[in-house]
Nanobody, 123 residues
Framework: VQLQACGGGLVQAGDSLRLSCAAY????????MGWFRQAPGKEREFVAA????????FYQDSVKDRFLISGDNAEKTVFLQMNSLKPEDTAVYYC?????????????????WGRGTLVTVSS
């Protein structure tokens, strides 16, 4: 599954951005999709995910009151609405397809990854 993430950019603290991730082919309803991010010098970390079968959503604690993940497998697109952005949100954001049944927070549960889109939040 090929994925294309876009929507990143340079914003100021407090601003909003909406990232989108489009799949070039249909994704099984048994799967899910997630967003991860990687800041310079840091490991890739989980941000948010959505289950296509249950529509349940999952968030990292630091973003759960500010970010909203949405989308469905029929539309082949998942969005990440990011509000009240902070400088610590600066990172390259990646979308990925979750194909295994383990924790949504673990990168090893995801098999297909997009190239990433850079989000820079200035103070």
């Amino acid at each position: 599954v090929q994925l294309q993430a876009c929507g990143g950019g340079l914003v100021q603290a407090g601003d909003s951005l909406r990232l989108s991730c489009a799949a070039y082919e249909r994704i099984s309803k048994n799967y899910g999709m997630g967003w991860f991010r990687q800041a310079p010098g840091k490991e890739r970390e989980f941000v948010a995910a959505i289950s296509f079968s249950s529509s349940n959503t999952f968030y990292q604690d630091s973003v759960k009151d500010r970010f909203l993940i949405s989308g469905d497998n029929a539309e082949k697109t998942v969005f990440l609405q990011m509000n009240s952005l902070k400088p610590e949100d600066t990172a390259v954001y990646y979308c990925a397809v979750r194909v295994y049944s383990g924790s949504y927070h673990s990168t090893n549960q995801y098999s297909y990854w997009g190239r990433g889109t850079l989000v820079t939040v200035s103070s």
